[in-house]
Every structure is written in structure tokens, then in C-alpha cells.
């Protein structure tokens, strides 16, 4: 069974940093490319990050270039998104996702609030 388990969110003000994990298990993890996606309040899900399987590329949405970096460890099953140069419009729930054919698996998402 297919798990995605984030953390790290949280309250942060304007110009902070945070750093989100995403422990993984019920699959190959080195296998396949993974993602971060985020929600803001009253917007649709849009992606923010993602990494093939042996973290040879990596690609960003527009809004977050030069702010965030997600990375993975393979030996630990865990996705990472190290989020630098936090603006209020960062706000929005973040999830963790992966798939292959048909199949599409997300986490429960973390709350990250960027707010004085």
C-alpha cells in the first residue's frame, strides 16, 4: 500500500525558510520521479516541484525558480523541499505526489502559512 507522509509545515514570516519531508512507503522509491504540488486558499492545485528517480533532473514551477529546492534521498525513501525567500502568496496546503500509468497516489498534504 502506496503511502505519502508530509511534515514540516508551518507559520513562517515573510522572507523565512522551511524545509518539508515526505517519508514514502508500499513502493520502489528509487524507481520513480516525484513531486511537490502545493494549494493556495481558493486556487487549484498547481505543481511547484519535481525530480526524476535518480534525481538527474529537476524542475520548477515559474512562481518558486530560485527559491525552492527539492531533492530526494533514496537510501531513506524521503522527498524534500527546501522552501528559501518565503512570500505570503507561498501559502497553501503542499503535497507530496507520485504515479505510474493510471495510478496517481498523494499525500495528505502539509499547511505552510507565510504571514507577519
Known amino acids: 500500500q502506496v503511502q505519502l507522509v508530509e511534515s514540516g509545515g508551518g507559520l513562517v514570516q515573510p522572507g523565512g525558510s522551511l524545509r518539508l519531508s515526505c517519508a514514502a512507503s508500499?513502493?520502489?522509491?528509487?524507481?520513480?520521479?516525484l513531486s511537490w504540488y502545493r494549494q493556495p486558499p481558493g486556487k487549484e492545485r498547481e505543481l511547484v516541484a519535481a525530480?526524476?528517480?535518480?534525481?538527474?533532473?529537476?524542475n520548477y514551477g515559474d512562481s518558486v525558480k530560485g527559491r525552492f529546492t527539492i531533492s530526494r534521498d533514496n537510501d531513506k525513501n524521503t522527498l524534500y523541499l527546501q522552501m528559501d525567500s518565503l512570500q505570503p502568496e507561498d501559502t497553501a496546503v503542499y503535497f507530496c505526489?507520485?504515479?505510474?500509468?493510471?495510478?496517481?497516489?498523494w499525500g495528505q498534504g502539509t499547511q505552510v502559512t507565510v504571514s507577519s
Open positions: 505526489y507520485t504515479g505510474w500509468f493510471d495510478e496517481d497516489y
Open positions: 525530480i526524476t528517480a535518480l534525481s538527474e533532473m529537476t
Open positions: 508500499g513502493f520502489e522509491f528509487s524507481a520513480y520521479a
